[in-house]
């Protein structure tokens, strides 16, 4: 008799009546938090447009920055959104390609659908150990900076 390990035991995973029900409840939050990401993102790009056009108007009363306030905060503005966009793009694609392996018990929409969330997942992991990264190099730059400026 020959026994399976048990990851052999996983190659045909079946999704029962639960795990649809489960799965097409998931979708459908993924599907409004994607749709107030896209609004989000929309807010994001009118702020971005706003500033720019402020701090046009503004840059003649004040030129002690080289872009002006109103440019620079707009562009890292539309450079956030830009950002934020794929993974919302992302979560919005899981969702939609979910729903349909879920109507019409497709197993390739399914397997991308997880390959969505797993995009999704991955993009938000890079970003979170990017901006670690970013805040230990400032804690550690304003430390640097502090003692210096003690001497």
């Known amino acids: 008799m020959e026994t399976q390990s048990p990851f052999e035991q996983f190659d045909e995973l ?8 489960f799965l097409a409840e998931a979708a459908k939050w993924t599907t409004f938090l994607a749709i107030l990401g896209y609004i989000g993102i929309g807010f994001m790009v009118l702020a971005a447009i706003f500033m720019m056009t402020l701090g046009a ?3 003649s009363y004040n030129s002690m920055m080289p872009l002006g306030g109103g440019m620079m ?31 019409t018990n497709n197993q390739a929409e399914l397997t ?21 990264a970013v805040y230990i190099l400032a804690v550690l ?3 640097v900076t502090g003692f210096s400026n003690m001497r």
Do not use: Q, V
């Open 14 to 21: 079946r999704i029962d009546s639960a795990a649809k029900t």
């Open 57 to 59: 108007s503004m840059s």
């Open 73 to 103: 905060f707009s562009l890292i503005y539309l450079a956030m959104a830009a950002l934020y966009f794929f993974p919302i793009n992302y979560l919005y694609k899981f969702a939609s390609n979910m729903k349909s392996a879920l109507r």
């Open 112 to 132: 991308k659908a997880f390959e969505y969330l797993k995009s999704h997942y991955k993009f938000i992991g890079i970003l979170t150990i990017i901006l670690f």
């Open 141 to 143: 730059g304003i430390m």
